[in-house]
Nanobody, 128 residues
Framework: QLQLVESGGGLVQPGGSLRLSCTGSGYTLNNYGIGWFRQAPGKAREGVSS????????NYADSVKGRFTISRDNAKNTVYLQINGLKPEDTAVYYCAAGEAYYSSAKYSLSSQSYEYWGQGTQVTVSS
């Protein structure tokens, strides 16, 4: 079974940057669509970015466009989420997820229901 492990979270000052990693084991991540989600205390889980299987089509939530970048490193079986210009409202647990279906539309690729496999999450805290 595919297993996902997130890393790279931490405490960062506003305006700073982080690179989150989602590493897969058991199966090749390039065969899956990958989504990044976040959940802040008391709030619903929110899809922030996705990269499709195959053509690598990327989607971003409006709240993160221009600041977040998703990418794949197939040699490392890892998907990254580069986060720049961090804001306090970015504070959340960040999860990566993998799904077998192909979605080009953000309506589906940023929906948690489109993914079957989930990591345990990594905490990102933005504070001065």
């Amino acid at each position: 079974q595919l297993q996902l492990v997130e890393s790279g979270g931490g405490l960062v000052q506003p305006g700073g940057s982080l690179r989150l990693s989602c590493t897969g084991s058991g199966y090749t991540l390039n065969n899956y669509g990958i989504g990044w989600f976040r959940q802040a205390p008391g709030k619903a889980r929110e899809g922030v970015s996705s990269i499709a299987r195959g053509d690598g089509n990327r989607n971003y939530a409006d709240s993160v466009k221009g600041r977040f970048t998703i990418s794949r490193d197939n040699a490392k079986n890892t998907v990254y989420l580069q986060i720049n210009g961090l804001k306090p409202e970015d504070t959340a647990v960040y999860y990566c997820a993998a799904g077998e279906a192909y979605y080009s539309s953000a309506k589906y690729s940023l929906s948690s229901q489109s993914y079957e496999y989930w990591g345990q999450g990594t905490q990102v805290t933005v504070s001065s």
